[in-house]
């Protein structure tokens, strides 16, 4: 899938007249730019390193291959359902 630039978007989005004032078409705009800066900041990822086995990591290769996806993917999944399980735990306690 081809990655496209925020310009190149813009440019190809069809310019529709509005019914909104001036003062309500930049509220608007400002909410838009707000709620896309928003998403990007909770898109940006942050590098984990770790040393483990060469046995764990064959592991953990061995089971991602039988689910048909990374290792690197089954592991971060895997984290993220013990993570949302403690959550869980703690938020009931």
């Not at 509005?18 to 898109?43: C, G, P, R, W």
């Not at 590098?47 to 690197?72: C, D």
Request: glycine content about 2%; aromatic content about 10%; overall charge neutral.
């Amino acid at each position: 899938m081809k990655k496209y630039k925020k310009e190149e978007l813009l440019k190809q989005i069809e310019v529709l007249p509005s019914d909104l004032t001036a003062e309500e078409e930049a509220l608007f705009d400002q909410k838009i730019e707000t709620a896309e800066n928003h998403l990007v900041k909770m898109k940006s990822n942050g590098t984990v390193n770790f040393r483990w086995s060469e046995f764990e990591i064959h592991r953990a290769k061995k089971i991602a291959a039988k689910l048909g996806m990374p290792y690197q993917t089954y592991i971060k999944t895997v984290l993220e359902h013990a993570m949302n399980d403690y959550e869980q735990k703690f938020n009931q306690a």
